[in-house]
């Protein structure tokens, strides 16, 4: 039937008489309105979701607190031993803890409540940091406790990773998860560039026992907001946490190739295209010392300006073609720095590096909330934190070593072309990559289903009391 006729009083005024060219003078305004809502974020699982305001408020408070430690316990060894060694030996003690409890706590968030996970890892985040701060007080501070505490952080960060990565697809509607990942982006990305940043002033004018202690705040912040969040229990019929049931997920993982190639493309481009170790020996290459930390933040930048221009991600729906372009864009963007002869072209191509690791990034988080079932989700998790975690802790090995042996810049632009390598190799071995479509993809099908279900039984246990 045709449309029904709007009242007169309702009617469109005539439109103004068109600019010299020929178009309405307003249609410039319109097309910037247009691109404006094209682009912006997706505030959807922000507006749908409490438990979502919820833990990204509580994760915005963490992240910005975390950063404060995390540039603080390098500063105090550094002046407690004027060692470089013993800077990098807090990485070493962080390797094991995290792989280890990483894969367990993986297959904790599939037996447990996700909620009380994340509460109960988030307590023990935040006494680490009054034992930091106790530590700082003393009149003559020790080292041994800050290597403890970083290796117990790196515990417990692994045992809260799944847990809380395996929230977001029970909190956030499956046509949503696109955007809530972007949204997660963003509140990472302003605490990494505001965390350190007030961290450098905070340490170097009031000391590190501040930092600390602003540290332990954030923590009494986030615990109290994530009291507030519904319980998310476990699936019915949940596993028990074991060996076997760590073998189960790292099976389901092999056995889709789609995800296998995610998490192998991640790994290449961090391995060979990390350039974070070489840095100091960059700056002073380029005569730029005062850039060292425009070097460290420009990555960061990137991403940002991506996560708030986030909007069109949420159009994609090819997520494993939009993983192996963004991460190639990621090692030619890399490379081309290590082959820039001026500071400023550094810096700026360091910025789209970063802005292309965060689209890549958001088609990870987009395929791997879309397509694994919530029994596995949590098992899943793990694997991901491993192969975001070790592939940047191996790069910068990679990159010092190459740096060593052939000479910095080559350590930078070689890498970048070896990332662009790798990834197109990866995408020519692995087709199901590159032909994933959350349209069409069978398991994104059975988790949109499973969603479906348990939204329609939630929905009903009202009526039914």
């Given at each position: 039937?045709?449309?029904?006729?709007?009242?007169?009083?309702?009617?469109?005024?005539?439109?103004?008489?068109?600019?010299?060219?020929?178009?309405?003078?307003?249609?410039?305004?319109?097309?910037?309105?247009?691109?404006?809502?094209?682009?912006?974020?997706?505030?959807?699982?922000?507006?749908?979701?409490?438990?979502?305001?919820?833990?990204?408020?509580?994760?915005?408070?963490?992240?910005?607190?975390?950063?404060?430690?995390?540039?603080?316990?390098?500063?105090?060894?550094?002046?407690?031993?004027?060692?470089?060694?013993?800077?990098?030996?807090?990485?070493?003690?962080?390797?094991?803890?995290?792989?280890?409890?990483?894969?367990?706590?993986?297959?904790?968030?599939?037996?447990?409540?996700?909620?009380?996970?994340?509460?109960?890892?988030?307590?023990?985040?935040?006494?680490?940091?009054?034992?930091?701060?106790?530590?700082?007080?003393?009149?003559?501070?020790?080292l041994w406790p800050l290597y403890a505490v970083a290796a117990l952080t790196a515990a417990l960060d692994g045992l809260q990773r799944p847990s809380l990565d395996a929230l977001t697809p029970r909190i956030v509607a499956h046509d949503q998860l696109t955007a809530a990942a972007a949204l997660n982006s963003l509140r990472w990305q302003v605490g990494a560039i505001a965390g350190p940043s007030l961290a450098?002033?905070?340490?170097?004018?009031?000391?590190?026992?501040?930092?600390?202690?602003?540290?332990?705040?954030?923590?009494?912040?986030?615990?109290?907001?994530?009291?507030?969040?519904?319980?998310?229990?476990?699936?019915?019929?949940?596993?028990?946490?074991?060996?076997?049931?760590?073998?189960?997920?790292?099976?389901?993982?092999?056995?889709?190739?789609?995800?296998?190639?995610?998490?192998?493309?991640?790994?290449?481009?961090?391995?060979?295209?990390?350039?974070?170790?070489?840095?100091?020996?960059?700056?002073?290459?380029l005569h730029a010392p005062w850039a060292l930390g425009l070097m460290y933040a420009a990555s960061s930048a990137g991403g940002l300006a991506v996560s708030a221009t986030s909007g069109w991600a949420s159009r994609v729906h090819r997520q494993g073609r939009m993983v192996v372009a963004a991460a190639a864009l990621w090692g030619a963007a890399v490379a081309c720095a290590g082959l820039a002869g001026r500071?400023?072209?550094?810096?700026?191509?360091?910025?789209?590096?970063?802005?292309?690791?965060?689209?890549?990034?958001?088609?990870?988080?987009?395929?791997?909330?879309?397509?694994?079932?919530?029994?596995?989700?949590?098992?899943?998790?793990?694997?991901?934190?491993?192969?975001?975690?070790?592939?940047?802790?191996?790069?910068?090995?990679?990159?010092?070593?190459?740096?060593?042996?052939?000479?910095?810049?080559?350590?930078?632009?070689?890498?970048?072309?070896?990332?662009?390598?790798?990834?197109?190799?990866?995408?020519?071995?692995?087709?199901?990559?590159?032909?994933?479509?959350?349209?069409?993809?069978?398991?994104?099908?059975?988790?949109?289903?499973?969603?479906?279900?348990?939204?329609?039984?939630?929905?009903?246990?009202?009526?039914?009391?």
């Amino acid at each position: 039937m045709p449309p029904e006729q709007p009242a007169p009083s309702e009617r469109p005024a005539p439109p103004e008489q068109p600019a010299p060219s020929g178009r309405p003078a307003s249609a410039p305004a319109g097309r910037l309105r247009a691109l404006a809502r094209r682009v912006r974020p997706d505030l959807a699982p922000w507006r749908s979701s409490r438990d979502f305001r919820l833990l990204w408020s509580a994760g915005l408070v963490t992240t910005f607190g975390s950063f404060l430690t995390y540039v603080s316990v390098p500063l105090q060894i550094k002046d407690l031993t004027g060692s470089s060694l013993a800077v990098g030996l807090v990485g070493a003690a962080e390797l094991v803890p995290l792989v280890v409890c990483g894969l367990w706590g993986g297959a904790l968030a599939d037996a447990l409540d996700r909620r009380r996970m994340v509460l109960a890892t988030e307590a023990g985040l935040g006494l680490l940091s009054l034992l930091l701060l106790a530590n700082a007080l003393l009149p003559h501070p020790l080292l041994w406790p800050l290597y403890a505490v970083a290796a117990l952080t790196a515990a417990l960060d692994g045992l809260q990773r799944p847990s809380l990565d395996a929230l977001t697809p029970r909190i956030v509607a499956h046509d949503q998860l696109t955007a809530a990942a972007a949204l997660n982006s963003l509140r990472w990305q302003v605490g990494a560039i505001a965390g350190p940043s007030l961290a450098g002033v905070v340490a170097a004018t009031a000391g590190v026992q501040v930092a600390y202690a602003l540290d332990a705040a954030t923590f009494a912040v986030s615990l109290l907001l994530l009291a507030r969040m519904r319980a998310a229990p476990p699936p019915t019929g949940a596993e028990r946490p074991s060996l076997a049931a760590v073998a189960e997920g790292l099976r389901y993982a092999w056995s889709r190739k789609e995800l296998l190639g995610t998490y192998a493309v991640d790994v290449v481009a961090m391995l060979f295209a990390f350039p974070n170790a070489v840095f100091p020996f960059l700056a002073d290459r380029l005569h730029a010392p005062w850039a060292l930390g425009l070097m460290y933040a420009a990555s960061s930048a990137g991403g940002l300006a991506v996560s708030a221009t986030s909007g069109w991600a949420s159009r994609v729906h090819r997520q494993g073609r939009m993983v192996v372009a963004a991460a190639a864009l990621w090692g030619a963007a890399v490379a081309c720095a290590g082959l820039a002869g001026r500071v400023w072209a550094v810096l700026l191509l360091l910025a789209l590096a970063g802005g292309a690791d965060m689209v890549s990034g958001l088609g990870r988080s987009t395929m791997w909330n879309q397509s694994i079932p919530d029994a596995l989700r949590g098992r899943l998790a793990g694997v991901e934190l491993l192969s975001y975690s070790l592939g940047p802790q191996l790069g910068q090995v990679r990159a010092g070593g190459t740096a060593a042996a052939f000479g910095v810049r080559t350590s930078v632009w070689s890498g970048g072309l070896l990332c662009v390598a790798g990834v197109a190799a990866l995408a020519a071995s692995l087709p199901r990559l590159l032909a994933y479509d959350d349209r069409t993809d069978p398991h994104a099908a059975a988790v949109r289903a499973e969603r479906e279900r348990r939204a329609a039984a939630e929905a009903a246990e009202p009526a039914a009391v």
